[in-house]
């Protein structure tokens, strides 16, 4: 097969491009650990509410000092409906569904993921300014998708 | 005077006719959403948002798209490979009407209120068992289609032992293969999951399964969108300008990629939901990279293309030949500017595709505006492009230079639309405007500032919409025109389906032999896939039950 110049040229370059696309999407993932959300844990859609940790829904300390928050997603709405967060801590939100997919998107982070029924999910965000951040579900979930949404208030300690 | 066989012409018609219809009810639909996002508009009670959300992303992105696309295969297959056999008529007569009759299905089960699931249908919600009946009878219908036109290769071949068939049927060919092979997941997912349970056989749905079945074959159709908006530009524009392909061996070359790393790569529609682990999410990062390689062949190709035939003409310097090519002519400048689009809807699905940087746009408006400028531009405006001379191909009428005019007015205002819909649509999803919600005015400041931008703005996006809908109006007109209205071509005029020389004598025999490349399509497939899925099977939850929240 007959290859021109200019084409092994800008296929080459293509290849170079590709090869530091994927070098810096890996290392940032394997080596600095950025990995978006994600869980391997299911659950009984049906017994959300009996099953850990989403029996009591909100803010924990966990031992080590961190902070976790077991959020369940609904149509229309988030349990807890009101969340206060401190700021600077490390806090994982560990996410299902009752219901159908709904997502949990914080406007103006990168926490925004997926509560798919059956499976939990998690994501883990240190909220370093303190204020009031708008959540909203960006996955449709029925006649109320767009007032499913609620307000975290991050709070200086 | 025609010299398209008239079995063959009647049935390219009647596909373009359900694709014109479609797309004329879909755009409205476009029309009123922009107004209802931006509370400028409110529904009569027997209508909803979602409801018609649902329509305008099955008739455009589904409908119009496919009944199209089978226009332009079965003319370009007449054409290259000559006129039909009965067999092979009669078989595509049947598909047409197996697809038809699911469309139709579809339509009524989501005007009547009962599948406000939107195009992705995603479990537990749960629409009418008829809608997903529907979906399967589409699908089927578009595989017998498909079959028949592979058929009539098929034939072709027999009859010329041992050459490589011309590069439009190689191209047909290729885009059945991958059409056929991306719709076992949704088939499989439909049959065996949706249609049990919806008709109450079955009591719970395994939710990541159907995910991961619906994105398997939800990425592949956008290639199954995009292919043959590239044998446009591999095949038919080099004619419409007076030249030749480039390479036909890097044409089919291309096509053969895609084929291959299109599908592999449905997980990157999920990450960020769990069920499936990070490996196997950054794997099919990865290979979801690797179509850079054919798309940027595809660029070279075009412009190299470009640039010969503006040198044949004169044109000097670095850029002269760009004066040279023939701008006055809208079948060209349509599709140049279709492929201007894709330059950075390109650009906006590396991001899209990004591991990580996925978060920040994941079903944000961004995924609006990014299929706006790739599907609903280069595809979308491909299609115009092509409807300005198949439309009088097939009818015998002529596009008249007033009709040419209205052409030029036509993908004007659809280009500016779409640049100011779809610009306004990227940035508010960077803002963290959510995508598929009736309603924008959330009680908080940060949503306040999506009212705000000159660009990032829901007023902005509304005038684009309508800038749009009218251009789409237009083009309802032309049509309408050259397929009706205007005045008979005679020999001199007569519009012929453009296919561009391909020299084939250089072309390696084994870019044809399809045992090869389906068989590594499916050692990718089974790499990318049989791990995480039987995980999701074998780690699943107790189904979900039926939800109809709408
Ligand atoms: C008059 C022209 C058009 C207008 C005004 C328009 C407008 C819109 C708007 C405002 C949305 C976003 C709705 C939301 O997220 O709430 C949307 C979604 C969409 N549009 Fe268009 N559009 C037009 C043409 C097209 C074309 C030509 C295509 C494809 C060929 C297309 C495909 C889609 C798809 C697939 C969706 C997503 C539906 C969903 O999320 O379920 N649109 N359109
Ligand atoms: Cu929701
Ligand atoms: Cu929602």
């Given at each position: 097969?007959h290859?021109?110049?200019?084409?092994?040229?800008?296929?080459?370059f293509?290849v170079?491009a590709?090869?530091?696309f994927?070098s810096?999407?890996?290392?940032?993932?394997?080596?600095?650990?950025?990995?978006?959300?994600?869980?391997?844990?299911t659950?009984?859609?049906?017994k959300?509410r009996?099953?850990?940790?989403f029996?009591?829904?909100?803010l924990h300390?966990?031992?080590?000092?961190?902070?976790?928050?077991?959020?369940?997603?609904?149509a229309?709405?988030?349990?807890?409906?009101?969340?206060?967060?401190?700021?600077?801590?490390?806090?994982?939100?560990?996410?299902?569904?009752?219901?159908?997919?709904h997502?949990f998107?914080?406007?103006?982070?990168?926490?925004?993921m997926?509560?798919?029924?059956?499976q939990?999910?998690?994501?883990?965000?240190?909220?370093?300014?303190?204020?009031s951040?708008l959540?909203?579900?960006?996955?449709?979930?029925?006649?109320?998708?767009?007032?499913?949404?609620t307000?975290?208030?991050?709070?200086?300690q | 005077?025609?010299?398209?066989?008239?079995g063959?012409?009647?049935?390219?018609?009647?596909?373009?006719?359900?694709?014109?219809?479609?797309?004329?009810?879909?755009?409205?639909?476009?029309?009123?959403?922009?107004?209802?996002?931006?509370?400028?508009?409110?529904?009569?009670?027997?209508?909803?948002?979602y409801?018609?959300?649902?329509?305008?992303?099955?008739?455009?992105?589904?409908?119009?798209?496919?009944?199209?696309?089978?226009?332009?295969?079965q003319?370009?297959?007449?054409?290259?490979?000559?006129?039909f056999?009965?067999?092979?008529?009669?078989?595509?007569?049947?598909?047409?009407?197996?697809?038809?009759?699911?469309?139709?299905?579809?339509?009524?089960?989501?005007?009547?209120?009962?599948?406000?699931?939107?195009?992705?249908?995603?479990a537990?919600l749960?629409?009418h068992?008829l809608?997903?009946?529907?979906?399967?009878?589409?699908?089927i219908?578009?595989?017998?289609?498909?079959?028949?036109?592979?058929?009539h290769?098929?034939?072709?071949?027999?009859?010329?032992?041992?050459?490589?068939?011309?590069?439009?049927?190689?191209?047909?060919?290729?885009t059945?293969?991958?059409?056929?092979?991306?719709?076992?997941?949704?088939v499989?997912?439909?049959?065996?999951q949706?249609?049990?349970?919806?008709?109450?056989?079955?009591?719970?749905?395994?939710?990541?399964?159907?995910?991961?079945?619906?994105?398997?074959?939800?990425?592949?159709?956008?290639?199954?969108?995009?292919?043959?908006?590239?044998?446009?530009?591999?095949?038919?524009?080099?004619?419409?300008?007076g030249?030749?392909?480039?390479?036909d061996?890097?044409?089919?070359?291309?096509?053969?990629?895609?084929?291959?790393?299109?599908?592999?790569?449905?997980?990157?529609h999920?990450?960020?939901?769990?069920?499936?682990?990070?490996?196997?999410?950054?794997?099919?990062?990865?290979?979801?990279?690797?179509?850079?390689?054919?798309s940027?062949?595809?660029?070279?190709?075009?412009?190299?293309?470009?640039?010969?035939?503006?040198?044949?003409?004169?044109?000097?310097?670095?850029?002269?030949?760009?004066?040279?090519?023939?701008?006055?002519?809208?079948?060209?400048?349509s599709?140049?500017?279709?492929?201007?689009?894709?330059?950075?809807?390109?650009?906006?699905g590396?991001i899209?595709?990004?591991?990580?940087?996925?978060?920040?746009i994941?079903?944000?408006?961004?995924?609006v505006?990014h299929?706006?400028?790739?599907?609903?531009?280069p595809?979308?405006?491909?299609?115009?492009?092509?409807?300005?001379?198949?439309?009088?191909?097939?009818?015998g009428?002529?596009?008249?230079?007033?009709?040419?005019?209205l052409?030029?007015?036509?993908?004007?205002?659809?280009?500016?639309?779409?640049?100011?819909?779809?610009?306004?649509?990227?940035?508010?999803?960077?803002?963290?405007a959510?995508r598929?919600?009736a309603?924008?005015?959330?009680?908080?400041?940060?949503?306040?500032?999506?009212?705000?931008?000159?660009?990032?703005?829901?007023?902005?996006?509304?005038?684009?919409?309508s800038?749009?809908?009218?251009?789409?109006?237009?083009?309802?007109?032309?049509v309408?025109?050259?397929?009706w209205?205007?005045?008979?071509?005679?020999?001199?005029?007569f519009?012929?389906?453009?296919?561009?020389?391909?020299?084939?004598s250089?072309?390696?025999?084994?870019?044809?032999?399809?045992?090869?490349?389906?068989?590594?399509?499916?050692?990718?497939?089974?790499?990318?896939?049989?791990?995480?899925?039987?995980?999701?099977?074998q780690?699943?939850?107790p189904?979900?039950?039926?939800?109809?929240?709408?």
């Amino acid at each position: 097969m007959h290859l021109h110049k200019y084409e092994k040229i800008w296929l080459a370059f293509g290849v170079f491009a590709l090869i530091i696309f994927l070098s810096v999407v890996g290392v940032s993932a394997f080596h600095q650990g950025n990995t978006p959300s994600g869980g391997h844990m299911t659950i009984d859609p049906e017994k959300v509410r009996e099953t850990a940790p989403f029996n009591e829904p909100g803010l924990h300390k966990k031992e080590d000092g961190t902070y976790e928050v077991s959020m369940i997603a609904m149509a229309f709405g988030y349990d807890p409906a009101k969340l206060q967060v401190p700021a600077g801590e490390e806090i994982t939100f560990t996410l299902t569904s009752e219901d159908v997919t709904h997502s949990f998107s914080i406007v103006g982070t990168n926490v925004n993921m997926m509560a798919v029924p059956g499976q939990i999910n998690h994501r883990t965000h240190t909220f370093d300014e303190p204020g009031s951040y708008l959540v909203v579900c960006n996955e449709y979930c029925g006649s109320g998708h767009h007032f499913m949404s609620t307000e975290i208030e991050v709070i200086q300690q | 005077m025609n010299t398209v066989p008239k079995g063959d012409r009647r049935l390219a018609l009647s596909n373009l006719g359900f694709a014109y219809a479609a797309f004329l009810i879909g755009t409205l639909c476009g029309l009123l959403q922009v107004f209802i996002r931006n509370d400028a508009l409110t529904l009569p009670s027997w209508l909803d948002y979602y409801q018609v959300l649902t329509a305008h992303g099955l008739l455009l992105a589904i409908v119009f798209t496919t009944f199209f696309i089978f226009a332009f295969f079965q003319s370009g297959m007449s054409r290259t490979l000559g006129a039909f056999g009965p067999r092979v008529l009669l078989w595509n007569w049947i598909g047409f009407w197996v697809t038809s009759i699911g469309t139709l299905l579809v339509v009524v089960m989501v005007i009547s209120g009962q599948a406000s699931v939107l195009y992705t249908f995603y479990a537990p919600l749960q629409a009418h068992g008829l809608f997903y009946v529907g979906l399967a009878l589409f699908v089927i219908g578009t595989w017998i289609q498909g079959f028949a036109l592979v058929g009539h290769y098929i034939v072709w071949r027999k009859q010329n032992k041992g050459e490589l068939s011309p590069l439009f049927a190689f191209m047909t060919v290729a885009t059945v293969i991958l059409w056929v092979i991306a719709c076992l997941g949704v088939v499989a997912t439909v049959l065996f999951q949706f249609i049990p349970w919806a008709f109450g056989w079955t009591e719970g749905i395994n939710v990541e399964l159907s995910r991961s079945l619906f994105w398997y074959f939800g990425h592949p159709l956008v290639y199954f969108w995009l292919l043959p908006a590239y044998m446009a530009w591999y095949v038919v524009v080099p004619k419409i300008i007076g030249g030749r392909v480039f390479s036909d061996s890097l044409a089919r070359l291309s096509f053969v990629l895609f084929i291959l790393f299109s599908i592999p790569v449905g997980f990157h529609h999920q990450l960020t939901e769990p069920g499936i682990a990070s490996f196997w999410k950054f794997l099919q990062t990865v290979l979801t990279f690797m179509v850079i390689i054919p798309s940027l062949m595809t660029a070279f190709s075009m412009f190299a293309t470009f640039e010969l035939r503006g040198r044949e003409l004169g044109g000097k310097g670095l850029f002269g030949w760009v004066t040279k090519l023939p701008w006055r002519d809208v079948r060209f400048t349509s599709i140049f500017i279709a492929m201007a689009f894709f330059i950075p809807g390109g650009a906006g699905g590396i991001i899209n595709a990004s591991f990580q940087m996925n978060e920040v746009i994941h079903n944000t408006l961004w995924v609006v505006g990014h299929f706006h400028i790739t599907v609903g531009t280069p595809v979308a405006m491909t299609f115009f492009g092509l409807t300005f001379w198949l439309i009088p191909h097939l009818t015998g009428r002529r596009f008249t230079k007033t009709l040419q005019k209205l052409a030029f007015l036509q993908i004007g205002t659809w280009s500016v639309g779409m640049l100011l819909m779809s610009t306004a649509q990227h940035l508010l999803g960077l803002l963290g405007a959510p995508r598929r919600t009736a309603y924008t005015g959330y009680a908080h400041e940060d949503a306040q500032a999506w009212f705000e931008g000159v660009l990032s703005n829901h007023v902005t996006m509304a005038v684009g919409g309508s800038i749009l809908f009218l251009s789409a109006v237009l083009l309802i007109f032309i049509v309408v025109q050259l397929w009706w209205l205007a005045p008979k071509a005679d020999e001199s005029t007569f519009m012929q389906f453009p296919i561009a020389e391909s020299d084939a004598s250089s072309t390696p025999k084994f870019l044809e032999n399809w045992k090869i490349w389906i068989g590594i399509a499916f050692i990718l497939i089974a790499l990318a896939y049989t791990i995480p899925l039987s995980d999701i099977i074998q780690h699943a939850p107790p189904g979900s039950g039926r939800f109809q929240t709408w």
